[in-house]
Nanobody, 124 residues
Framework: QVQLVESGGGLVQAGGSLRLSCVAS????????MGWFRQAPGKEREFVIA????????EYADSAKGRFTISRDNAKNTVYLQMISLKPEDTAVYYC?????????????????WGQGTQVTVSS
């Protein structure tokens, strides 16, 4: 059974940093592209950032450029989202997702497995 578990969310002041982790079980992440999405109350789930199976290719939403970094440690079956210079508009539940094709994508419909999400709240 595939399971993705996010952690690292919390409450942070604007301008602060957080690092989210996503640990996978039931699959080898080395074969999967991984993405991070977020969903704020009353809004649709939106793409944030993604990394290819090899780690050589990344894709960013405009909102993430210059502030968010994605990385992966396939040996640990873990993907990370490093966020700096956080803004109140970054407040959302953050989800990691796995895509079996190995290549990044922006649509949530292109991802096969999802975590339960971790809350990130940025206060002004």
């Amino acid at each position: 059974q595939v399971q993705l578990v996010e952690s690292g969310g919390g409450l942070v002041q604007a301008g602060g940093s957080l690092r989210l982790s996503c640990v996978a079980s039931g699959l080898s992440l080395s074969n999967y592209a991984m993405g991070w999405f977020r969903q704020a109350p009353g809004k649709e789930r939106e793409f944030v950032i993604a990394i290819s199976w090899s780690g050589r290719s990344t894709e960013y939403a405009d909102s993430a450029k210059g502030r968010f970094t994605i990385s992966r440690d396939n040996a640990k079956n873990t993907v990370y989202l490093q966020m700096i210079s956080l803004k109140p508009e970054d407040t959302a539940v953050y989800y990691c997702a796995a895509r079996g094709s190995g290549w990044t994508a922006r649509s949530p419909y292109d991802y096969d497995d999802w975590g339960q999400g971790t809350q990130v709240t940025v206060s002004s």
